[in-house]
Nanobody, 125 residues
Framework: EVQLVESGGGSVQVGGSLRRSCAAS????????MGWFRQAPGKEREGVAS???????NYGDSVKGRIPISKDNAKNTLYLQMINLKHEDTSMYYC???????????????????WGQGTQVTVSL
């Protein structure tokens, strides 16, 4: 059974930092593309960042340069280092996974087949 268990959400002030983790199990982590998405109330799900099998990355325009994505294949864990957070980063954040080929990455939520339960990040003024 595929499981994606997220941790590291919470509340911070503007300019603060959080490190999100997503522990994966039930599949061969190194053969999957991984991604982070977010969805605020009343808004569509937005692609934050994705990482391919070989480590290539793809970022949403609103987070480029601020929220690097990384992974540790030995620990089957995906990370999102959220730095210099803005109030508009407040949202539910989801980890996602999909089997993929080398060179693939995408920020299209419809491409991903497995999802974590989501955790809230709140950035206060």
């Amino acid at each position: 059974e595929v499981q994606l268990v997220e941790s590291g959400g919470g509340s911070v002030q503007v300019g603060g930092s959080l490190r999100r983790s997503c522990a994966a199990s039930g599949f061969t982590f190194s053969r999957y593309c991984m991604g982070w998405f977010r969805q605020a109330p009343g808004k569509e799900r937005e692609g934050v960042a994705s990482i391919g099998r070989e480590g290539s990355t793809n970022y949403g325009d609103s987070v480029k340069g601020r929220i690097p994505i990384s992974k540790d294949n030995a620990k089957n864990t995906l990370y999102l280092q959220m730095i210099n957070l803005k109030h508009e980063d407040t949202s539910m954040y989801y980890c996602a996974a999909v089997w993929c080929l080398y060179g693939d990455t995408s920020l299209d939520a419809n491409w991903f087949g497995y999802w974590g339960q989501g955790t809230q990040v709140t950035v206060s003024l």
